[in-house]
C-alpha cells in the first residue's frame, strides 16, 4: 500500500523553528514553531525579505551591533555558493518586537541553513533552522559576577563562530587530503595494472624463444639471442621507469650541484647512439642547479621521444631568457596536436601514432621529465612549432660558483 504524505503539513508541524528562503532571502514559507518565536503573524512573514523582516538591532552592544544579521548573511551566501549546509554556532541575534516598533528583544539562536537544489544542481530554496538557546545564555550568565559574566557572554558568539571557521577549515583540508590519498592511490593502482601488462610481452618473448632454443636444436640460436636481448632491453627501460618514479618519490637534493647546461648538453649528447641527425645551438654562461643524474634522465626521456618521431634530423637548443635557463628539443616529426599538449605528460597515456610507431613504449618517458622538471622549480611543456614536436624545458637560472 502506498501512503501518500503531505509533505506541507509535516513542515509546517516541525518542533525546530524553520524558515523556507529564496537565493535572495526572501521568505517562501514558515513552519508554525517559526512564527511563534518570532512573534509575526505568517502573512506578516510571507513575501518579505528576511533581513528586512528582522532588522539588526541599532542598541546592542557596541561589540555585537549587527554581529549576528552579519554572520546570518554570510553563512546563507556560503549555502548558496558551495551548495553545502552550513552549521552555525550560537550567535546573538535580537527579534524586533511585533507590537512595539523599535524595541528589540535580546535573543541568542543556534541556526543551521541547508540547501535545496533544483532541476539543475542550482540552489533553488535555503531552509533555515534555528533553535533559540536565550534562557540557556541567561542561565549562563547568573553563575558568576554580572559584569563580568555578561561581557564573557556577549563576546561567546564571536568566540564560537572563530571556533567553526577554524573547524570548517580542519575538515575542508582533511577531506582534500583525504581526496589526494585516494587519487594517488588509484593512480598507483593504474600504474601497477598497467604496467604489469606491460612487463607481460617482453617476458612472454623471452620464454617463447627459450623454449624454441631448448625444444629445436637446429634453430638460428643467433636470431634468438637478438630477439632474446631486445626483449631483455624493453625491460630494462620499463624497470628504469619505475625506478624513477620511485625515487621522485623520495628523493633528497643531497647530489644537486651547479651546472653549465651547454656543456652538460654536449657531453650527454656524446654519450648517445643518435638515431637521427642532431643539430646543437648551445648558448654557454647558462647555469642551473640540479642532480646532474636527474637532468641526464629527463634529456635522454626528450631525445628518445623525439627520436621516436622525427623524420629526419632533431634540433637540440640552450639559450637563457632570466630568470629561466632554456632547453628546447624540436623535431620534425608529424608534431603534438594543440589539443594533446598537456595529456602527453601523463603517466601512460600515448597517442595512437606514438603506439604504432613503438608498440613496446611505457607511455612514462614524458611524465618522469616533467615531474623532474618540477622537482628543480621548473616547467616542462610543449609549444607551438610549425612542421614537428617542440618540447620546452625551464629552469630557474643559477649563479656560478
Given at each position: 500500500?502506498?501512503?501518500?504524505?503531505?509533505?506541507?503539513?509535516?513542515?509546517?508541524?516541525?518542533?525546530?523553528?524553520?524558515?523556507?528562503?529564496?537565493?535572495?532571502?526572501?521568505?517562501?514559507?514558515?513552519?508554525?514553531?517559526?512564527?511563534?518565536?518570532?512573534?509575526?503573524?505568517?502573512?506578516?512573514?510571507?513575501?518579505?525579505?528576511?533581513?528586512?523582516?528582522?532588522?539588526?538591532?541599532?542598541?546592542?552592544?557596541?561589540?555585537?551591533?549587527?554581529?549576528?544579521?552579519?554572520?546570518?548573511?554570510?553563512?546563507?551566501?556560503?549555502?548558496?555558493?558551495?551548495?553545502?549546509?552550513?552549521?552555525?554556532?550560537?550567535?546573538?541575534?535580537?527579534?524586533?518586537?511585533?507590537?512595539?516598533?523599535?524595541?528589540?528583544?535580546?535573543?541568542?539562536?543556534?541556526?543551521?541553513?541547508?540547501?535545496?537544489?533544483?532541476?539543475?544542481?542550482?540552489?533553488?530554496?535555503?531552509?533555515?533552522?534555528?533553535?533559540?538557546?536565550?534562557?540557556?545564555?541567561?542561565?549562563?550568565?547568573?553563575?558568576?559576577?554580572?559584569?563580568?559574566?555578561?561581557?564573557?557572554?556577549?563576546?561567546?558568539?564571536?568566540?564560537?563562530?572563530?571556533?567553526?571557521?577554524?573547524?570548517?577549515?580542519?575538515?575542508?583540508?582533511?577531506?582534500?587530503?583525504?581526496?589526494?590519498?585516494?587519487?594517488?592511490?588509484?593512480?598507483?593502482?593504474?600504474?601497477?595494472?598497467?604496467?604489469?601488462?606491460?612487463?607481460?610481452?617482453?617476458?612472454?618473448?623471452?620464454?617463447?624463444?627459450?623454449?624454441?632454443?631448448?625444444?629445436?636444436?637446429?634453430?638460428?640460436?643467433?636470431?634468438?639471442?637478438?630477439?632474446?636481448?631486445?626483449?631483455?632491453?624493453?625491460?630494462?627501460?620499463?624497470?628504469?621507469?619505475?625506478?624513477?618514479?620511485?625515487?621522485?618519490?623520495?628523493?633528497?637534493?643531497?647530489?644537486?650541484?651547479?651546472?653549465?647546461?651547454?656543456?652538460?648538453?654536449?657531453?650527454?649528447?656524446?654519450?648517445?647512439?643518435?638515431?637521427?641527425?642532431?643539430?646543437?645551438?648551445?648558448?654557454?654562461?647558462?647555469?642551473?642547479?640540479?642532480?646532474?643524474?636527474?637532468?641526464?634522465?629527463?634529456?635522454?626521456?626528450?631525445?628518445?621521444?623525439?627520436?621516436?618521431?622525427t623524420h629526419t634530423k632533431i634540433e637540440v637548443?640552450?639559450?637563457?631568457?632570466?630568470?629561466?635557463?632554456?632547453?628546447?628539443?624540436?623535431?620534425?616529426?608529424?608534431g603534438i596536436p594543440p589539443e594533446d599538449r598537456?595529456?602527453?605528460?601523463?603517466?601512460?597515456?600515448?597517442?595512437?601514432?606514438?603506439?604504432?610507431?613503438?608498440?613496446?613504449?611505457?607511455?612514462?618517458?614524458?611524465?618522469?621529465?616533467?615531474?623532474?622538471?618540477?622537482?628543480?622549480?621548473?616547467?616542462?611543456?610543449?609549444?607551438?612549432?610549425?612542421?614537428?614536436?617542440?618540447?620546452?624545458?625551464?629552469?630557474?637560472?643559477?649563479?656560478?660558483?
Open positions: 500500500m502506498t501512503l501518500e504524505i503531505d509533505y506541507a503539513a509535516v513542515f509546517r508541524a516541525g518542533q525546530a523553528p524553520s524558515a523556507v528562503l529564496t537565493p535572495g532571502f526572501v521568505i517562501a514559507d514558515v513552519n508554525d514553531a517559526f512564527v511563534k518565536v518570532s512573534g509575526h503573524d505568517r502573512h506578516d512573514l510571507l513575501g518579505r525579505g528576511f533581513f528586512d523582516v528582522f532588522p539588526p538591532n541599532p542598541a546592542a552592544p557596541e561589540d555585537s551591533e549587527q554581529q549576528g544579521p552579519r554572520m546570518l548573511r554570510a553563512s546563507l551566501e556560503q549555502v548558496l555558493s558551495t551548495r553545502c549546509r552550513d552549521f552555525m554556532p550560537l550567535q546573538r541575534y535580537d527579534v524586533e518586537a511585533a507590537d512595539r516598533p523599535g524595541v528589540f528583544e535580546e535573543r541568542y539562536w543556534s541556526t543551521v541553513n541547508t540547501p535545496v537544489s533544483g532541476p539543475y544542481g542550482e540552489v533553488r530554496w535555503i531552509v533555515l533552522s534555528a533553535e533559540e538557546v536565550t534562557d540557556f545564555v541567561h542561565a549562563l550568565r547568573r553563575f558568576g559576577p554580572g559584569g563580568e559574566q555578561e561581557e564573557r557572554t556577549d563576546s561567546l558568539a564571536l568566540r564560537l563562530q572563530i571556533l567553526n571557521d577554524h573547524l570548517r577549515q580542519a575538515h575542508r583540508e582533511q577531506r582534500e587530503t583525504t581526496s589526494a590519498l585516494r587519487e594517488a592511490i588509484e593512480r598507483q593502482r593504474r600504474l601497477v595494472y598497467d604496467t604489469s601488462h606491460d612487463l607481460r610481452n617482453p617476458i612472454t618473448g623471452l620464454l617463447t624463444e627459450l623454449e624454441v632454443a631448448l625444444s629445436e636444436p637446429g634453430s638460428d640460436l643467433r636470431g634468438i639471442l637478438r630477439r632474446l636481448l631486445r626483449d631483455a632491453e624493453r625491460l630494462n627501460d620499463i624497470v628504469a621507469d619505475l625506478l624513477d618514479l620511485g625515487r621522485l618519490d623520495s628523493e633528497t637534493h643531497d647530489d644537486d650541484c651547479v651546472i653549465d647546461l651547454a656543456q652538460f648538453v654536449n657531453e650527454e649528447l656524446d654519450r648517445r647512439t643518435p638515431g637521427a641527425a642532431v643539430l646543437t645551438r648551445l648558448d654557454p654562461q647558462v647555469f642551473v642547479r640540479a642532480s646532474a643524474i636527474r637532468l641526464a634522465r629527463l634529456l635522454g626521456n626528450l631525445m628518445a621521444n623525439a627520436e621516436r618521431h637548443v640552450v639559450t637563457a631568457d632570466p630568470p629561466d635557463a632554456v632547453l628546447e628539443v624540436l623535431d620534425d616529426g608529424p598537456e595529456r602527453v605528460f601523463e603517466r601512460r597515456y600515448r597517442r595512437q601514432e606514438a603506439r604504432a610507431r613503438d608498440p613496446g613504449g611505457s607511455g612514462l618517458g614524458l611524465s618522469i621529465a616533467r615531474e623532474i622538471a618540477q622537482e628543480y622549480g621548473g616547467r616542462l611543456y610543449a609549444a607551438e612549432h610549425h612542421g614537428g614536436a617542440r618540447l620546452v624545458l625551464r629552469l630557474p637560472l643559477a649563479e656560478r660558483r
